[in-house]
Nanobody, 123 residues
Framework: QVQLVESGGGLVQTGGSLRLSCAASGRTFSSYFMGWFRQAPGKEREFVGAISWGGRITHYADSVNGRFTISRDNAKNTVYLQMNSLKSEDTAVYYC????????????????WGQGTQVTVSS
């Protein structure tokens, strides 16, 4: 089992950057695929990106590809989401999630979730 805690959210202007962190408990962090999701008010939770166990493979939603970068440091049990060129439509609560099987894009396939961190992009 793993517990996840996100941090790094906040208020940023359009075009700005933020880096979110997700700290995981447990000694088996490196055995989990990690995903980032987001949910805006009145909308469904959507896939942002995911990273493989060792960090060599990443996948991104089309809406963030080229602007967001996921990385992980297994020695620190932490996964990161670097967000650049932020847009107002990126405003949402961002969640990290862990999955013990292969990479997936559906939120329902992730077993463990953090509490979320708010990102607000103002114009």
């Amino acid at each position: 089992q793993v517990q996840l805690v996100e941090s790094g959210g906040g208020l940023v202007q359009t075009g700005g950057s933020l880096r979110l962190s997700c700290a995981a408990s447990g000694r088996t962090f490196s055995s989990y695929f990690m995903g980032w999701f987001r949910q805006a008010p009145g909308k469904e939770r959507e896939f942002v990106g995911a990273i493989s166990w060792g960090g060599r493979i990443t996948h991104y939603a089309d809406s963030v590809n080229g602007r967001f970068t996921i990385s992980r440091d297994n020695a620190k049990n932490t996964v990161y989401l670097q967000m650049n060129s932020l847009k107002s439509e990126d405003t949402a609560v961002y969640y990290c999630a862990a999955r013990s099987a292969a990479m997936a894009r559906s939120w329902s396939e992730y077993q463990y979730w953090g509490q979320g961190t708010q990102v607000t992009v103002s114009s």
